[in-house]
């Protein structure tokens, strides 16, 4: 009877373990949506319960607005290009940057301020939001603010990007505790990977078939194929009647 009764408490305690760890899974989410192709806002199911209530973002407010953003973890020559467009065709931008960019990039760093973007937390060390305790986020972002301020005089704006889009209910909880605002995208497409890059016209194409009122597009400032396709992608978008704006208005 005892060796039964054992058996079933360390069952039991195996359930428990199992049961929550599946639990804390499910809750984990890798940011997505579904495209539709018909120029509307796309779905993002079962995130918009996990979003709700966390000063989370993945399309902007104005729907006559559309607004760039460009994650920057490193650089690789492309980005002066990029910039050399914003300014040509007088778009403002957002820039999603790093710790290690910079630290290792503050003529670019500065570059962004001094040219009117919006300049905004990727985190320091671009680990993923959930594998972090609510006091370590907290110190990675600080971090990051600390460093942007002494480089720039300038104060990073409170909004966050997860790196890798790596995030769950409790990581949101707490950037809201802390005052920030988390800015996902609606519109994304493979152009991180330096070394498979598809070119200006399937930028342009994926862009511009998806594009929808207010959309908040995703890009990477090391993509060679962004740099070229760039001057038309903010044309084309001029055509259709948008304007530009940084997420500072959201």
């Given amino acids: 009877m005892k060796g039964y009764i054992r058996f079933l408490t360390v069952a039991l305690v195996m359930f428990t373990i199992f049961f929550t760890t599946t639990l804390i899974k499910a809750e984990a989410s890798g940011w997505g949506f579904r495209r539709n192709g018909e120029h509307l806002v796309p779905e993002i199911g079962k995130y918009q319960e996990i979003l709700k209530g966390t000063n989370s973002y993945y399309v902007g407010s104005d729907p006559s607005s559309i607004y760039l953003t460009f ?32 630290k290792r990039f503050p003529e670019l760093t500065l570059r962004l301020v001094q040219e009117g973007h919006a300049v905004a937390n990727h985190s320091y060390s671009h680990k993923r939001m959930t594998s972090l305790s609510k006091d370590d986020l907290e110190s990675d972002i600080k971090k990051l603010e600390d460093t942007f301020y002494n480089l720039t005089n300038t104060t990073m704006p409170a909004y966050f990007r997860p790196p890798e889009g790596d995030f769950d209910r409790k ?80």
């Fill in 71 to 102: 994650d920057a973890g490193y650089d690789n020559g492309n980005l002066s290009g990029i910039l050399d467009t914003l300014k040509e065709k007088e778009v403002k931008a957002t820039f999603f940057v790093t710790g290690d960019f910079v």
């Fill in 171 to 250: 990581s949101l909880e707490y950037l809201t505790q802390m005052g920030y605002k988390t800015v996902f995208w609606s519109i994304a497409y493979k152009d991180w990977d330096t070394n498979n890059q598809k070119g200006a016209d399937s930028c342009v194409k994926t862009i511009m078939d998806n594009l929808h009122d207010g959309a908040i597009i995703l890009m990477h400032s090391v993509s060679s194929s962004n740099n070229e396709a760039l001057p038309r992608v903010i044309d084309a978008i001029h055509e259709k009647g948008y304007t530009f704006k940084t997420v500072l208005d959201l």
